[in-house]
């Protein structure tokens, strides 16, 4: 290959220009040509190309979002907006892409590859962290380090009012983030889209809490979990007046911030990996690192296999918050 993309889709992860570093880098090292497709695959569609050198990309390695600009495009949903967008990659003389995005982009490189030929190498760059094939994606272990500093900061209130606080972090589809920032901060709750929420049962547990004298709770709730978002489950759980129940939506907070330094070298040993892999003669497939070790994962399984939660953390944090 002489020529190949990059490109960040999806919602932007903290790690995301770390990776864009890298796979510059790495395509400059081996003596590639390398452009940027800028708004993921609405500037594919619209042959929103930037030539990118070692100069391009430095300075980003420790800053959030992404410098290509991300996002989710309707248009390439069809297949007059793909039939456009491939010719795009051909006048420019794209000859393969390294999508760093999640779910939702890896279907797109799916049918660009299965379609029309394009060979794609995905990078996990999501801070939901629902991609088999990767212990971790880049994103989120900085966007729990978020959203964990702002509940330790809610706690504060909640002890010195005595208030029960429903707080929603993100995860439209996964408790990924849930879970891990409500092990983290200790909420007395965990609701994931995962696990069927008990209402009732959910009820009577504050009540007993408070019973034995715990002034202050924390319910931490994933935006998509299935008894609803947090101001939802407020309404259902009709609480009594004396937990003085409060709702706080983190919401796009945990999605900035400069990445964490596991994000930073998750990053750079993905994004070094998947130009290497393209190179190589490798398509359709997702570069990810499970214990430890780079792993190549088709992307029809990194999107459509379900991936577990090996910690158990909700079953222990039910006991520790007792
Ligand atoms: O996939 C990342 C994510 O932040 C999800 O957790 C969330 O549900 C979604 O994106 C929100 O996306 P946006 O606000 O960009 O539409």
């Not at 990078?123 to 500093?149: S, W």
């Not at 879970?179 to 909420?187: L, Q, S």
């Not at 007046?241 to 796009?252: D, F, I, S």
Request: proline letters at 3%; hydrophobic letters at 45%; aromatic letters at 4%.
């Amino acid at each position: 290959m002489q020529t190949i993309a990059v490109m960040t889709s999806g919602g932007d992860a903290p790690g995301m220009n770390t990776c864009l570093r890298a796979v510059v880098r790495t395509a400059i090292h081996k003596g590639v040509r390398i452009v940027g497709i800028r708004r993921a695959y609405q500037g594919m569609i619209e042959g929103d190309f930037v030539a990118l050198d070692a100069q391009s990309v430095s300075g980003i390695l420790n800053r959030g979002g992404t410098i290509l600009k991300a996002g989710r495009s309707e248009e390439f949903l069809t297949k007059e907006g793909q039939r456009r967008a491939v010719e795009q990659l051909k006048k420019a003389g794209i000859e393969g892409i390294v999508c760093i995005g999640g779910d939702g982009s890896f279907r797109g490189a799916i049918a660009l590859e299965r379609d029309w030929d394009v060979p794609v190498v995905g990078v996990p760059g999501t801070i939901d962290n629902d991609l088999y094939g990767t212990d971790h994606t880049i994103g989120y272990a900085t966007a729990i380090q978020t959203a964990m500093e702002a509940i330790d900061k809610i706690r504060d209130t909640a002890a010195s009012h005595d208030y029960l606080f429903i707080v929603e972090v993100m995860g439209r589809h996964a408790g990924f983030i849930a879970e891990a920032v409500g092990f983290a901060c200790g909420a007395e709750a965990i609701l994931t889209p995962e696990s069927p929420t008990d209402l009732p049962a959910l009820h009577a547990m504050l009540d007993y809490a408070r019973e034995r004298g715990k002034k202050s709770c924390i319910v931490v709730v994933a935006e998509g979990d299935d008894a609803g978002n947090a101001f939802e489950i407020q309404r259902k759980l009709n609480l009594e007046p004396e937990h003085h129940v409060r709702v706080t939506v983190l919401g796009h907070i945990q999605r900035g911030g400069s990445p964490s330094a596991f994000d930073r070298i998750l990053a750079g040993r993905l994004g070094y990996a998947a130009v290497h892999a393209l190179l190589e003669g490798r398509r359709n497939v997702m570069a990810g690192i499970v214990a430890d070790r780079v792993v190549f994962t088709p992307l029809e399984e990194a999107v459509s296999r379900r991936k577990e939660s090996p910690a158990r953390l909700l079953e222990i944090a039910a006991v520790l918050a007792t």
